[in-house]
């Protein structure tokens, strides 16, 4: 990412003191007055909370027990809680999945869309079908094409030969992955095709036009400019992509529900504080889904920061 | 850039090899053509079938729905669905409630997050990334978690089963990359792009304003555009802080249908029905806005 | 460009002028009712109206009831005819369709104190999770509840106190294909699981021939609280307890281990492999599309099959689900009861309001106008209730009634569910009961052990 505006090389021995410099740090933190407050109001707050209920004891409908401070307690449980080590490798195989495939199909049709290809238009609007369909509808959808006696995309798949008799995508542990990563690829490849058309836009056309001029061809041309300018672009669709994946709940919560094998983190999170009534506990484990997540954030920071230089 | 003659001259003249000429040749470009074309075609089916499935089955009388051999088009079609949808006097209002929350959302965001942007992409000082990273850890937690502070926040604002409190938490999700993103727009734009309209005695604002703004609008349109789609799907907050179904908003009136024999009874057809109705203004509206800012982006974008 | 906004524009135009024209041109259609001819009943009037206006008139109650829906529009109706009677005004609104919200929203509610709630509608299971937060209504309406079904009663009673009336009772039935069974040879439904899954397997092999969808026996068998039910009728009623006997946990016996292992034997046979995502919904479609000879299912299916447009219209019938060797037939209880919030600041009004609504005359006008599964069992014999609701014929109405063990769980009920029915679902899957159960009873007996 290129840097931003830098006072002059003559000043910047005083760069804390000058005038300059300080009215920069004072503009630039009145701007931020209005993100601040919200971050105040609607995270710092319900956060901070969860943190400190994550070491009580705290249960949903306390009744006569009352809540007390227990300490590490919650995390030591969850340190051996297998149910929780499973529900992490789950929503990691997840991510994984969804991620790179809806990149891929997202860069796809952001090109295909920026071009100058003919149904380029019929494009644009069929590829926000997916999306503005609410995600529990879309789920449910889903879920009737893919039922083993109702299901569509049986009768589709046997009628074309490919398979003999009706699978049950969804209950079969081998293929349920499989089935609710199709779902959540439908339904997120906009987003994430739309981030990167909004980064192809801004590429320059003159770039290209010069590149074929001196001869290179197309996929040339994508590796040497597109690419590296999309850089800003993927990296931020990445990580959003990724954080979103890994609190993935709505399509498994309507696919599965309480199912023990295919539960993710924000799944086990969700039964442990609405259905088992265990706050505390609860907190402990999205204490531990922030502090998971964070680590993927490190990483592509990294990646990021090694990457510039 | 080179004019016609420096380029002629410079242009080397390479043979070209076999498989380039074949490529090149008439016949060589409609066949790569073809995987493309059976590319494009397969992600068409993939995106619209399930509509088309809400589709048919809108229209498919409630015993056939269900009927094996399964129908692909029914042999009566029926309005019925429609008819019980736009008659259900929650469900038109959910669409109005949805309408009012998603815009709200997605202005408030937008504003705050260009500022936020604006602070964070062009100006230098200690805590830009601690900020940034700030942001970003507001959409960690998941929605469960801060569920119950926020409804016990929701409540003493007395906002409770008000549009107000969907407005405000909506901002924990779409604000981040709201901000992120415009931020990283704001950083891609030229460094001295200020300078110019500093020396004429531009303020910060007028600058944001009058310069800035119009060089990241393809970033605006896409962060409100993903905002407020967020904000129209989201299902655990809508449900959670709203009860009178007159203030439903739309993933909550439709999950609330029940069919005619109890809640055991999920009403397929008026389910379809309704995210039929929802789907289409969505896809028209966005096509017209898209239409607008795509043909008057890319004069804008380029020249720095 | 011009023209391209203008056809966009006419295209707008053009669906919005399609849709009003829909819904003019649909007002005229009946709608298909898949349920019962409603007789015109109106709302039974208040008894004692009079009294109750003048020491409560005029206070606001809150009435937290059934989803949006027909329940909700019965529930509607039943207000203001007592608004209208006694001049307390009574604000209706409907609880989430979906169970487990409603249980997170009332719960949410009585954490905080709010007083937002006066009457809720509470499921059979809840009594033991809310009670610390219900009035005991016993003083009041300790009469009134005599005249209800002893067991629901019973389960509504915690520590001596009645902290909720029932409303609605539901119990589980065995569906039943009565055309199939004539032509198979069979003169009157199975009495123990052994004979169902005979008589389905005939039946499925004939009827395959034709129809490759069609299955023998379809149940709730999806990761949920239905199959929490379903389960306990296999169990109880083959003589293994239920789940949790005198205080402690008994689901690990040998005559529990054999029926589950029994049922999980006939998935991929006579029961789909699909079953195990199955749900009320699933079943009833199963069967109403004739594509099973038999199903297990609440009672609201009845009227779905017996409507207009329904393919087993006339061909099916319900019969007291079967037993295990040496037990007898059970049915789990389901249904909802209503109660009133300790911190209403109007509970008199409150109390009053659920007088009426479990009174013998609005469950018998619930009955008639809603197909509700009635909780004051003299109402079976009445004639157009029967008519309504044939379910409640005796040989089936009498049936003995199972109860979950909500009242040894109190607020730990879900949790301990959750542990019955992911253990029996993984059991439907494949696993044998002997490897699953002893892991359910001993966290069973740690939930309860946290009391």
């Known amino acids: ?309 | 850039m080179s004019t016609a003659a420096e380029t002629a001259r410079t242009t080397a003249v390479r043979p070209i090899s076999r498989s380039r000429r074949f490529r090149r040749s008439r016949l060589g470009r409609a066949l790569l053509k073809i995987p493309f074309w059976i590319l494009i075609v397969a992600i068409f089916v993939y995106a619209l079938f399930p509509f088309y499935w809400a589709l048919r089955s809108a229209i498919t009388p409630d015993n056939e729905l269900f009927a094996t051999p399964i129908v692909y088009w029914p042999s009566n079609p029926t309005w019925q669905h429609f008819h019980d949808v736009l008659t259900s006097s929650f469900f038109l209002h959910a669409l109005l409630n949805s309408t009012i929350v998603a815009g709200s959302v997605t202005l408030l965001s937008l504003v705050i997050g260009s500022l936020a942007a604006y602070s964070l992409g062009r100006f230098r000082f200690r805590g830009r990334s601690a900020v940034m990273y700030l942001m970003l850890s507001m959409t960690i937690f998941p929605q469960i978690a801060i569920l119950g502070a926020l409804y016990t926040m929701i409540s003493n604002f007395h906002l409770y089963d008000k549009l107000g409190a969907l407005i405000l938490t909506y901002l924990i999700f779409t604000l981040p990359f709201t901000v992120w993103v415009l931020t990283s727009f704001m950083r891609a734009l030229p460094a001295d792009l200020e300078e110019a309209a500093y020396v004429d005695g531009a303020t910060p604002l007028q600058v944001f304003y009058k310069v800035l703004l119009p060089l990241i609008a393809p970033g605006l349109v896409t962060t409100g555009l993903l905002a407020f789609i967020s904000a129209w799907n989201e299902y655990l907050f809508a449900l959670s802080f709203i009860q009178t179904p007159s203030h439903y908003t739309v993933p909550v009136a439709i999950t609330s249908f029940v069919g005619p024999s109890g809640a055991f009874q999920f009403p397929w057809g008026e389910v379809m029905a309704a995210t039929v109705i929802v789907t289409l203004p969505l896809i028209i509206a966005t096509l017209v806005l898209q239409r607008r800012i795509l043909a008057g982006l890319t004069a804008g974008a380029v020249k720095g | 460009m011009k023209h391209r906004r203008l056809l966009v524009l006419a295209g707008v135009v053009g669906v919005v002028a399609l849709v009003a024209s829909l819904s003019v041109v649909a007002a005229g259609s009946a709608k298909p009712t898949a349920s019962h001819q409603a007789t015109a009943v109106a709302a039974p009037k208040v008894p004692n109206a009079a009294a109750i206006k003048k020491k409560y008139g005029g206070q606001k109650i809150t009435f937290v009831g059934d989803s949006v829906g027909n329940g909700h529009v019965r529930d509607a109706a039943l207000a203001k005819r007592f608004t209208k009677d006694t001049g307390i005004k009574v604000s209706v609104v409907p609880h989430p369709a979906a169970s487990d919200a409603a249980y997170s929203q009332l719960a949410r509610a009585f954490s905080q104190k709010s007083s937002s709630i006066d009457v809720a509608m509470i499921d059979v299971v809840w009594p033991g999770a809310f009670a610390p937060y219900l009035v005991n209504l016993k003083p009041k309406l300790g009469a009134q509840s005599k005249i209800h079904a002893a067991g629901i009663v019973a389960s509504d009673t915690v520590n001596g106190k009645l902290v909720a009336m029932p409303w609605f009772g539901d119990f589980g039935l065995l569906y039943y294909r009565t055309d199939l069974l004539k032509k198979y040879g069979y003169k009157s439904p199975p009495t123990t699981w052994n004979q169902l899954f005979t008589m389905a397997k005939k039946i499925q092999d004939g009827e395959q021939k034709s129809n490759p969808n069609f299955a023998g026996f379809v149940f709730q068998g999806n990761s949920y609280e239905g199959l929490t039910c379903n389960a306990l009728e296999w169990i109880a009623s083959a003589g293994g307890g239920h789940y949790i006997d005198n205080g402690k946990a008994t689901i690990n016996n040998a005559k529990a281990r054999t029926v589950l292992d029994a049922i999980r034997n006939q998935i991929g046979k006579t029961t789909p492999r699909g079953v195990t995502t199955y749900q009320e919904d699933q079943t009833e479609h199963a069967f109403d599309d004739g594509n099973a000879a038999f199903a297990r299912n609440w009672p609201y299916q009845y009227g779905i099959g017996a409507g207009a447009g329904s393919k087993v219209k006339g061909k099916f019938s319900v019969a007291p689900l079967p037993h295990g060797a040496g037990g007898h037939s059970v049915a789990t209880v389901g249904g909802w009861q209503l109660a009133v919030s300790k911190y209403s600041k109007h509970q008199g009004a409150a109390i009053e309001f659920v007088r009426y609504m479990t009174s013998k005359a609005v469950e018998r006008f619930d009955a008639i106008t809603n197909a509700n599964v009635p909780t004051i069992p003299s109402l079976a014999k009445d004639k157009t209730v029967v008519a309504t609701n044939p379910y409640l014929k005796p040989a089936t109405a009498n049936v003995a009634r199972v109860a979950r063990p909500s009242k040894f769980l109190k607020t730990h009920y879900n949790e301990a569910s959750k542990a019955i029915y992911q253990g029996i679902n993984q059991i439907l899957n494949g696993t044998p009961a002997s490897s699953v159960l002893p892991g359910v009873q001993s966290k069973l007996n740690q939930i309860l052990k946290e009391h």
């Open chain 1, 1 to 309: 990412m290129s840097s931003v505006a830098q006072p002059a090389p003559s000043r910047r021995r005083r760069r804390r003191h000058t005038k300059l410099q300080r009215r920069q740090t004072r503009i630039g933190w009145v701007l931020l007055i209005p993100s601040l407050a919200v971050v105040a109001f609607v995270a710092i707050y319900p956060l901070g909370k969860t943190v400190y209920q994550s070491f009580t004891n705290a249960e949903f409908l306390a009744g006569i027990t009352p809540t007390k401070w227990v300490g590490l307690e919650n995390y030591r449980t969850l340190w051996h809680d297998t149910v929780f080590r499973h529900s992490v490798v789950e929503t990691i195989k997840f991510t994984a999945i969804t991620v790179s495939f809806e990149f891929v199909l997202g860069l796809i049709i952001a090109l295909v869309v920026n071009s100058h290809f003919r149904g380029r238009g019929v494009m644009r609007a069929v590829m926000l079908v997916p999306w503005a369909i609410p995600t529990v509808v879309a789920a449910k959808i889903w879920q009737w094409m893919l039922d083993d006696t109702y299901g569509v995309v049986n009768d589709l798949l046997m009628k074309a030969h490919i398979i003999s008799h009706p699978h049950a995508w969804v209950a079969d542990p081998a293929t349920s992955l499989a089935s609710v990563c199709a779902v959540d690829i439908w339904k997120t490849t906009p987003f994430v095709a739309l981030l990167l058309l909004a980064g192809l836009q801004v590429i320059p056309n003159d770039l290209y036009e010069a590149a074929g001029v001196d001869g290179a061809n197309a996929l040339q041309q994508f590796w040497r400019i597109t690419f590296p300018l999309l850089r800003p672009a993927i990296l931020v669709t990445l990580v959003f992509r990724t954080l979103d994946a890994l609190r993935v709940f709505d399509v498994f919560y309507v696919f599965f529900g309480q199912r023990p094998d295919t539960q993710t983190m924000a799944i086990y999170a969700q039964s442990t504080i609405v259905g088992d009534g265990h706050v505390g506990y609860g907190a402990a484990i999205s204490v531990a889904i922030f502090l998971i997540i964070s680590l993927f954030v490190v990483i592509y920071v990294t990646f990021m920061r090694v990457t510039e230089e």
